[in-house]
């Protein structure tokens, strides 16, 4: 209780102190807290780190190996000569290629092992918010709120209302005995004996982790995905059945597999092929944990050698390649990182992922966080005065003392007294320093030409979001939304595709020529054109994989509106157009996002319309039962 209360109290004073500075010198609706700013500062750093990034030139060798005195061939990669050795210029690799030229390949040795590879852990909330992300599309925020659904309780046909999974919020990887029993005979029966270790398995915790909770499984591993989809929205669905295969598989044998090394020599060159073959599936029927960046294969499949074969080289191929620089944040890559190095909690994670957002810090695009020049400015502003509050190992250190606090060895007290002292000291610093400075954050320049004055394009931000802006105000006024190109033509008149969004927050996409050619649709607009007519494909929108489908009314493969897949019928997307964009625009966002909701049931059983009718009535019934005595009164008076 103690460590939740000094936590409440230290991102008070950061954010109620900061934010407010952040509104004088900067611009309104900041804020600055004690784990966002830092998660800011880890976005900006990784772009720095890619400005700064010099690519490096190196080369790579194919080879091609046929054997002499057998059928079999197989592709080999250079590997080195007596060591592992790079090639750094084209001049390198041709050198080689010279070398080997009209040579025969010998075997250096046959390597033949086998693999293991064991089940990743169960999920905690960290771990199941960056594989939701990788496998689902799910941001942190719509993992959490579908996860809360899952943990309060869904209707299941013949059960009630059922909680599916255990406690999302946790960073423990513990598993309660009984939940362990039931994996054990659940995977013997549907899956064998072979498939289960022997013997549970149990994870180590990391440092500092928790243990209020149990890891997130499933509440009942006998109620599979399948069984109950048919209870579930889709949402649901597909994230229930990540957690409970994660649960399952982590508790099933090793995947084996049989891995093969051959090493090829030649004019004192080495080169060196490599495959494995799965010999035994284990976890892997159930579950394969996703990985943010697919690293390269360079593996293939080998004939059955023994080392006594004679090859020679049939293809040789030099590539070139360079060094890239390291990939900007994911959501999910960005949890991790902020678990990694302790920055915050799990509870935590998904809100201030969500907030850097919001604010405009940080803006998302093709999956990866960009940061703008806002949260570029005030990070900057931040590392200057306040160091300490968006150093990463600073703030990881105050996630310890919070941990001590909760253990009961450091006072809560005493935390907050040694951070406050040197807080205080350093707002009054910045104040001093910032007096009567207002600092300007630099506009971000488009390719967007004004059509007014020739100048190129700003993205400024409103009440209303970012949009375009002429850098020449007050002189040229013009400005324009902010709108996203999209692949594809316009099914109408061949133009571009744009995303737009309504002053209402409607999404939708239309024609880039506007209202001259007048085309939109809540259909999301493919690269892929239709085998039938070549007109550009369109797909529900939504989130998940969704089958590009043909609007074309006059191609064979049309799809109807009807069977799109949305809840309710669309607005016909030919015929609307974008001067009717904010009328619809509320029925079609409903249609997609809402479900239809169940009549609310009163006291006395009757549905919320049913009483609200009676109500009615009632209010009437009563009225005319005055009214005629009114009128009695009334010619009474007049007969008198």
């Not at 049989?258 to 060196?272: L, N, P, S, T």
């Not at 006024?477 to 209402?504: A, Q, Y």
């Not at 009807?562 to 619809?584: F, H, Q, S, W």
Request: hydrophobic residues 30%; proline residues 5%; contains cysteine.
């Amino acid at each position: 209780m103690d460590a939740q209360q000094a936590r409440r109290i230290l991102d008070r004073i950061v954010g109620y102190q900061l934010s407010p500075l952040l509104w004088k010198k900067i611009r309104r609706g900041l804020s600055a807290g004690r784990v966002q700013s830092v998660a800011t500062r880890l976005v900006v750093e990784r772009e720095q780190e890619i400005e700064a990034f010099v690519p490096k030139e190196y080369w790579t060798i194919d080879v091609l190996l046929r054997c002499l005195n057998k059928p079999g061939s197989f592709t080999a990669h250079y590997y080195g000569e007596e060591k592992k050795r790079e090639l750094h210029s084209e001049a390198e690799a041709d050198e080689v290629l010279r070398d080997i030229a009209g040579q025969e390949f010998t075997i250096a040795g046959i390597k033949r092992t086998e693999k293991r590879r064991s089940p990743t852990p169960p999920f905690i909330t960290s771990t199941l918010q960056q594989e939701a992300s990788r496998k689902l599309n799910m941001t942190p925020r719509r993992t959490m709120a579908v996860a809360q659904q899952l943990y309060e309780g869904v209707d299941i046909s013949g059960e009630g209302t059922v909680g599916l999974i255990t406690y999302m919020r946790t960073d423990s990887l513990r598993l309660s005995e009984e939940a362990l029993a039931a994996a054990r005979d659940f995977i013997t029966d549907r899956y064998g004996p072979a498939y289960y270790p022997g013997q549970a398995r149990h994870f180590r915790k990391k440092e500092g982790a928790q243990d209020a909770h149990e890891a997130i499984r499933p509440s009942n591993v006998r109620l599979d995905p399948e069984s109950i989809q048919a209870d579930l929205t889709r949402e649901q669905y597909r994230l229930y059945k990540l957690i409970w295969s994660r649960f399952v598989a982590c508790q099933m044998s090793d995947a084996r597999y049989d891995a093969v090394q051959i090493d090829a020599r030649c004019a004192g060159h080495a080169f060196r092929a490599s495959d494995q073959i799965l010999k035994f599936s284990g976890f892997t029927a159930v579950y394969e944990e996703g990985r943010d960046d697919e690293a390269e294969e360079r593996s293939s499949s080998l004939p059955d050698l023994d080392g006594s074969e004679r090859l020679t080289a049939e293809k040789q191929e030099k590539a070139q390649h360079f060094t890239q620089p390291p990939a900007r944040y994911t959501e999910a890559t960005l949890v991790k990182a902020m678990e990694e190095r302790g920055v915050g909690r799990p509870s935590t994670y998904a809100s201030i992922v969500a907030t850097i957002q919001d604010r405009e810090y940080v803006i998302k695009k093709d999956k990866r966080l960009w940061p703008t020049p806002l949260g570029r400015v005030v990070t900057e502003l931040m590392i200057e005065r306040f160091r300490d509050i968006i150093d990463v190992e600073f703030t990881a250190n105050m996630e310890h003392q919070l941990d001590e606090v909760e253990a009961g060895k450091v006072g809560w007290k005493t935390v907050l007294r040694d951070f406050y002292q040197d807080f205080h000291r350093e707002m009054e610093d910045a104040e001093k320093a910032l007096d009567g400075v207002r600092i300007k954050v630099p506009d971000e320049e488009t390719d967007e030409v004004c059509e007014l004055c020739g100048r190129k394009m700003v993205i400024k931000s409103g009440r209303f979001g970012r949009f375009l802006a002429c850098p020449g105000f007050p002189e040229c006024k013009n400005t324009k939304p902010l709108v996203e190109r999209m692949p594809g033509r316009c099914p109408r008149c061949g133009s571009g595709m744009l995303k737009r969004k309504s002053k209402k927050g409607y999404v939708y996409y239309a024609c880039e020529r506007g209202a001259e050619c007048g085309f939109m649709t809540w259909d999301v607009p493919t690269a892929q054109d239709c085998p039938s007519c070549g007109q550009t494909m369109f797909k529900k929108s939504g989130r998940g994989q969704m089958k590009p489908f043909c609007i074309n009314e006059k191609c064979p493969d049309f799809l109807p509106e009807d069977k799109r897949g949305y809840k309710r019928r669309m607005p016909k997307a030919t015929t609307d157009t974008v001067e009717n964009a904010e009328e619809i625009a509320p029925a079609a966002e409903e249609a997609e996002k809402k479900p239809a909701k169940t009549a609310k049931t009163t006291k006395t059983g009757k549905t919320a319309k049913a009483a609200k009718a009676a109500k009615t009535a009632k209010t009437t019934k009563k009225a005319a039962e005055k009214k005629p005595a009114a009128r009695k009164k009334t010619k009474t008076e007049s007969e008198a």
